[in-house]
């Protein structure tokens, strides 16, 4: 069975909770949506083996690392990764997903061999499509198995409605679950750092961690 792959490499966690974590990147191709801000190529590059990939994921892993699993959305080859993961579980190697948080049926198929998901809660506003607030809830509560937290992007046109639509979905499943608030944009755009906080302020009546957190693999000019 064949991957197929954009590219591979070694970096730091730029998002989320995990921030400032080495991770072995395996960015698979593909993509079934289309966020407005998307800016990550995820054409697809070669098509590798399973062995194959191990080998390259070898190439790059010191102790320490994750092994991360990002997009594209890496849930569209759900099959794939299903035969892949326990070749990681073997070894012990923590793996970490990230994905739209939408396609909670794959999930299910590899959930066994992932240990964190990083979800996003696509905001209609800010994401251009959607509402996907029936996946999303679905997706949760399956995710919910192993530890999960989310991610949603905020942008000058997020509303409070849809925000508190998508806190009122996390603080149902459980409000121990952590969101983290990520900027537009690294947080560049005009009064981001105003309406995050504003944001936070809010979910922080229903959960009980609220982060606000730029993309810092920009700011420290990594990929
Ligand atoms: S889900 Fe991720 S990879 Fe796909 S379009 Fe949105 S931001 Fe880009």
């Not at 998307?38 to 092994?67: A, M, N, Q, V």
Request: aromatic share 8%; proline share 6%.
């Amino acid at each position: 069975m064949k991957i197929g792959i954009s590219e591979i490499f070694l970096s730091l966690q730029g998002e989320g909770k995990y921030i400032g974590t080495p991770h072995v990147f395996v960015r698979l191709a593909g993509c079934h949506i289309r966020c407005r801000w998307c800016d990550t190529d995820f054409s697809l590059k070669e098509t590798l083996s399973c062995e194959d990939l191990l080998g390259r994921i070898k190439e790059l892993y010191h102790p320490g690392c994750w092994i991360s699993f990002t997009g594209g959305e890496p849930l569209l080859q759900a099959e794939e990764l299903s035969c892949f993961l326990p070749s990681l579980k073997e070894r012990k190697w923590p793996v970490y997903l990230e994905t739209n948080g939408i396609l909670a049926g794959p999930l299910k198929k590899v959930i066994d061999c992932v240990d964190v998901i990083a979800m996003d809660i696509k905001l209609p506003s800010s994401a251009g499509q959607g509402p996907f607030w029936k996946e999303h809830e679905e997706f949760l509560r399956a995710a919910s198995a192993k530890e999960v937290f989310v991610k949603t992007v905020i942008t000058p046109e997020t509303s409070d409605d849809e925000f508190n639509r998508a806190v009122d979905l996390i603080a149902r499943r459980s409000p121990e679950i952590t969101l983290c608030l990520q900027p537009e944009h690294s947080g560049l755009f005009k009064g981001a750092l105003e309406k995050c906080r504003a944001l936070q302020r809010m979910a922080a009546l229903r959960l009980k961690d609220v982060r606000v957190i730029p993309q810092v693999h920009k700011l420290m000019l990594i990929p």
